[in-house]
C-alpha cells in the first residue's frame, strides 16, 4: 500500500489485468466478425438469387427446350420449384448452397459444384501469379515515382500505370499472342499446356504447375509455364498499374509529413527514411489495395480467358452466359463474389495484425 502525498489518499497495488477480461473480449470480436460474414454472405446469396430469377431468361427452357409441350414444361418448373414463392424459393436457394449443391450445368451436363472445382484452380494459379507481378513491380514503381515526384521517371511511369486504366485486355492479348506466340515463338499459344501433355497429370491441387512438380513431370510444368507466362503478365500489368498508382498517392502524403523532415535533419540516410519510415506507414492501407487488385484479377479475368482459351472459371462463366446456363451463371458469381468477401475479410485481419492502434 501507498500514500498519496497531496490527497492523503491510500492507494494499493495496480488492479492486474484479467486474462478472462481479454480472452472475452477476443471471443466476442470473433463471434461479431462470423456474424458479419455471415449475413454478408446472405446478402450475397440474395443478390444472385434475384438476378437469377430478374433476368430475362427462362431456366426452365433451358432445360426442356423451346420444342417441349405445355405438359413437359409445367413438369420441369414443377420439379424446379418455380411455381412456389420467391421467399420459399429463396430458402431453398440458401439450403441447398450451404449443401454443396448449385444445380447441374445444362452446358456440360454436370454438377455445377464439380465443374467449379475443376475450372476455379486455373483462374486462382494464373491470378496468383498476375498478382505477384503487380506487387513486385508496382510497389517499389509507385514508390519510385513518389521520391521523383515531378522528374521524367514519375511522368514515364504515370503513363505506364495510365495505360493499364486505358488499354483492353482483349486487345492486349490479342496483340500479345500476335507478337510474342506468333511472331517470336518466344511464349506458349492459346491453352494451359500443350495438347500433347493435357491430362498426364493427375490433379491433386487443381494448380497444373503445383501439380506437375508433385508428379515429377518437368515435361508438363515447362510446358504449362510457357503456356502461362504471358497471360499472367498482362493481368500483373492490369494490377501493376492501379497498386503503382495507389503506392505513389500514399508515398507523396507521407513524404510530406513533418516525422519524415525530422528523420532527414538528423541525418537519417535517405534509403531508410523512404523504406522503413515512410512506406512503413502506408504498408496496411497497402495490404487493402492489394487484396482488391487480387479479388479483381479472380473476376475480371474473363476477357483474357477467353483470348487466350484459358479454361478457367471466366471461360466457363462465359460460355454459360451463351447457352443460357443460370444454374452455371448464377454458381460461378456466388465464387467470384464469396472471393471478395473471404479477400476483404482477410485484409481487415492483417490489417488488425500489422496496426496494433486497430485493435483497441
Known amino acids: 500500500m501507498s500514500t498519496d502525498v497531496e490527497s492523503g489518499a491510500i492507494s494499493g497495488p495496480p488492479a492486474p489485468v484479467r486474462r478472462g ?25 440474395a443478390i444472385t ?64 459444384a464439380d465443374d467449379l472445382a475443376r475450372v476455379f484452380p486455373a483462374t486462382l494459379e494464373m491470378a496468383t501469379i498476375g498478382i505477384v507481378i503487380g506487387v513486385l513491380l508496382g510497389v517499389p514503381l509507385g514508390v519510385l515515382s513518389a521520391v521523383k515526384r515531378g522528374r521524367l521517371i514519375d511522368q514515364l511511369i504515370r503513363i505506364f500505370a495510365l495505360l493499364g486504366y486505358s488499354v483492353p485486355a482483349f486487345w492486349l492479348g490479342l496483340v ?28 491433386v491441387t487443381g494448380l497444373l504447375l503445383v501439380d506437375s512438380l508433385i508428379a515429377g513431370d518437368l515435361d508438363v510444368f515447362f510446358s504449362a509455364l510457357d503456356h502461362i507466362i504471358l497471360p499472367a503478365t498482362i493481368l500483373g500489368f492490369f494490377s501493376l498499374a492501379y497498386i503503382a498508382r495507389m503506392t505513389r498517392s500514399f508515398m507523396l502524403d507521407q513524404l510530406g509529413q513533418e516525422y519524415v523532415t525530422t528523420a532527414r535533419v538528423k541525418g537519417v540516410p535517405e534509403w531508410k527514411v523512404i523504406w522503413v519510415h515512410a512506406f512503413g506507414t502506408i504498408r496496411v492501407p497497402l495490404i487493402t489495395v492489394i487484396g482488391l487488385s487480387y479479388a479483381a484479377l479472380l473476376e475480371g479475368s474473363v476477357m483474357i480467358e477467353t483470348v487466350f482459351s484459358w479454361p478457367g472459371i471466366g471461360n466457363y462463366l462465359t460460355t454459360a452466359l451463351f447457352n443460357a446456363d443460370m444454374n452455371a451463371v448464377l454458381g460461378a458469381t456466388l465464387v467470384i463474389g464469396t472471393v471478395f468477401i473471404l479477400i476483404n475479410k482477410l485484409s481487415d485481419v492483417l490489417y488488425r495484425i500489422l496496426d496494433p492502434r486497430s485493435r483497441t
Open 176 to 203: 500479345g499472342l500476335a507478337l510474342f506466340y506468333a511472331g517470336l515463338g518466344w511464349v506458349g499459344g492459346p491453352g494451359r499446356v500443350d495438347i500433347f501433355y493435357d491430362g498426364l497429370v493427375d490433379p
Open 49 to 112: 438469387f434475384f438476378i437469377g430469377r430478374v433476368i430475362p431468361i427462362d431456366p426452365v427452357l433451358s432445360v426442356v427446350g423451346d420444342r417441349a409441350t405445355t405438359a413437359q414444361y409445367e413438369a420441369a418448373r414443377i420439379a424446379m420449384g418455380l411455381d412456389q414463392p420467391l421467399p420459399v424459393q429463396f430458402v431453398h436457394y440458401v439450403g441447398d448452397v450451404f449443401s454443396g449443391d448449385l444445380g447441374r450445368s445444362v452446358s456440360t451436363n454436370r454438377p455445377v
Open 21 to 45: 477480461g481479454r480472452r472475452f473480449a477476443g471471443l466476442r470480436r470473433l463471434a461479431e466478425f462470423l456474424v458479419i460474414l455471415a449475413f454478408t454472405f446472405l446478402g450475397l446469396l
